[in-house]
DNA sequence: TTTATAAAACCGACCAGTTGGTTTGTAAAG
DNA sequence: CTTTACAAACCAACTGGTCGGTTTTATAAA
């Protein structure tokens, strides 16, 4: 086999290895040992490929972090013509396809965090880049970081296994947070921000319905 | 020193070792060694107050969550009279009071996350029954729902260092979350969930009509 | 008040097992 | 023959936890 190739295998199995422990067994258990048992190579292997552990968790997040980028873009592509807001479209519905994947790029997230916080810095910058994109595009961007937060709360609550929503409600937020007709009527423009007057009073009137 | 009050003040100790252990060093890092080390405690003084790791993990939790517990019910008091969803606000203030507080609850409920997933059993229990009594009250059960989500959100994210918001912005989001009156303008009563939006949003895809 | 005894709090050495990482050896690719 | 990919034994440091012993507090009889 070629050296390139084997190499590649390699990396390959000892990620996904990581993956399935991080997975089935707690970022806390996650050691270069386990990694080895479970990708079927020898711990000197893994060491070859990756020389330190945070090496190892370096390359998990680089990868997942891949993974969602192209499924942002493709995303992207697809509604960027339709929608008056595809950046933060895409985030939203890239954050619900995290929440559903369950070898999440979350989950490699979190051992990152235990391990080494300073990994972190990587997708906060990927994150600060985004949010400015989702600013930008918006009539209202506190609405829609907002919105952005909300999604992140429900991925990450569900995630650390400390939801009290059910799956049905899981999906039928990230629903209702996607469908921008949800969220028209309190938007307020950021050129002039007064304490809720003219167009969220407005809405309100024409709410038909208020509490009692 | 009395007895009672010798052992309150080593088991003090060492929890507040733990959580600046955890703060300062990530979950990662604590250890019994370390907590013996930053408490001042010896090791076995330590393992005399709390038998297992999974003793002090438990203990840390309990801690936390009885402090804002407190902080909740003081809120509740103070707002119960004059706001339409006393729950929801309280909810929202707490998730807020802890994003600010520098020894975060959650904090300690990462690192028993790390080390026990189990553990989790008991914030979800609690969060289960706010969450119910946030739904009760509420006009629109999904939008409130939304609205913790949203705070949970700004909460994780800024606790993982991976928010990209600044200072400023994070409080200023609180604060519309906490704000009704920004709220009430999308409203949808639970009862009859319908398309209400489609006046307001043009191009989009009507609302997702779920139960009756 | 003193003295005897217990119980609780605390210490620090120690244990077996695990950690991330190194070294040595070997076989295949180039 | 040199380099690369991998294996396996190995290492020092550290892990959660135990244990025998010392100090402090509590109880109560003398």
Same mark, same amino acid.
């Given at each position: 086999?070629?050296?390139?190739?084997?190499?590649?295998?390699?990396?390959?199995?000892?990620?996904?290895?990581?993956?399935?422990?991080?997975?089935?067994?707690?970022?806390?258990?996650?050691?270069?040992?386990?990694?080895?048992?479970?990708?079927?190579?020898?711990?000197?292997?893994?060491?070859?490929?990756?020389?330190?552990?945070?090496?190892?968790?370096?390359?998990?997040?680089?990868?997942?972090?891949?993974?969602?980028?192209?499924?942002?873009?493709?995303?992207?592509?697809?509604?960027?013509?339709?929608?008056?807001?595809?950046?933060? +479209? =895409?985030?939203?519905?890239?954050?619900?396809? !995290? @929440? $559903?994947?369950?070898?999440? #790029?979350?989950?490699?997230?979190? %051992?990152?965090?235990?391990?080494?916080?300073?990994?972190?810095?990587?997708?906060?910058?990927?994150?600060?880049?985004?949010?400015?994109?989702?600013?930008?595009?918006?009539?209202?961007?506190?609405?829609?970081?907002?919105?952005?937060?909300?999604?992140?709360?429900?991925?990450?609550?569900?995630?650390?296994?400390?939801?009290?929503?059910?799956?049905?409600?899981?999906?039928?937020?990230?629903?209702?947070?996607?469908?921008?007709?949800?969220?028209?009527?309190?938007?307020?423009? +950021? =050129?002039?921000?007064?304490?809720?007057?003219? !167009? @969220? $009073?407005?809405?309100?009137? #024409?709410?038909?319905?208020?509490? %009692?």
């Amino acid at each position: 086999m070629d050296n390139a190739t084997r190499s590649e295998r390699s990396r390959n199995a000892a990620l996904e290895a990581a993956i399935a422990i991080i997975a089935r067994d707690g970022p806390g258990r996650l050691t270069l040992d386990a990694i080895a048992r479970e990708s079927g190579l020898s711990k000197g292997g893994v060491m070859h490929q990756f020389r330190t552990k945070e090496a190892v968790l370096k390359a998990l997040l680089e990868r997942q972090m891949a993974h969602f980028e192209e499924f942002s873009t493709r995303y992207m592509a697809k509604v960027s013509a339709t929608s008056a807001n595809p950046n933060l +479209a =895409t985030q939203l519905a890239t954050i619900r396809e !995290a @929440a $559903s994947s369950p070898n999440s #790029a979350a989950l490699a997230l979190v %051992a990152a965090m235990v391990e080494n916080p300073g990994l972190m810095a990587l997708p906060r910058e990927l994150e600060t880049k985004r949010m400015t994109a989702i600013k930008e595009e918006a009539t209202d961007p506190d609405l829609a970081m907002l919105r952005w937060a909300g999604a992140l709360g429900l991925l990450l609550s569900s995630l650390f296994g400390m939801s009290p929503l059910s799956k049905d409600e899981h999906q039928r937020l990230f629903a209702r947070l996607l469908d921008d007709g949800q969220w028209t009527g309190l938007e307020q423009p +950021a =050129t002039k921000r007064v304490a809720k007057s003219g !167009a @969220a $009073s407005a809405a309100k009137a #024409a709410t038909p319905r208020k509490r %009692a």
